[in-house]
Nanobody, 125 residues
Framework: DVQLQASGGGLVQPGGSLRLSCAAS????????MSWLRQGPGKGVDWVAG????????AYADSMKGRFTISRDNAKNTMYLQMNSLKPEDSGVYYC??????????????????WGQGTQVTVSS
């Protein structure tokens, strides 16, 4: 039974940083591609960043490039998202998502089979 639990969200001022974590269980974590998704207030779910099963390939939505860093530790069944230079428009509920490894890293929310409970990120002064 795939379980994904995101944590690390909170309230931060513009320009600040947060580090999100996603604890995975119930499946072979190292054989799954992983991503972070975000649902902004009153908006749909957007893909934020992804990492392939081995951790050697990463991808980011254009607005996150240079500010966010996705990583994973397969020995700990955990994925991370380091978010720097946060902006108010980064606010939302962040979800971690998983899909069995593909030939090409999926970069759309709807391509991910499993989503976990989200963590709220609020960027505000």
């Amino acid at each position: 039974d795939v379980q994904l639990q995101a944590s690390g969200g909170g309230l931060v001022q513009p320009g600040g940083s947060l580090r999100l974590s996603c604890a995975a269980s119930g499946f072979a974590f190292s054989t799954y591609d992983m991503s972070w998704l975000r649902q902004g207030p009153g908006k749909g779910v957007d893909w934020v960043a992804g990492i392939n099963s081995r951790g050697g390939i990463t991808a980011y939505a254009d607005s996150m490039k240079g500010r966010f860093t996705i990583s994973r530790d397969n020995a700990k069944n955990t994925m991370y998202l380091q978010m720097n230079s946060l902006k108010p428009e980064d606010s939302g509920v962040y979800y971690c998502a998983a899909v069995p490894a593909r030939t090409t890293l999926p970069t759309a929310a709807q391509e991910y089979d499993h989503w976990g409970q989200g963590t709220q990120v609020t960027v505000s002064s």
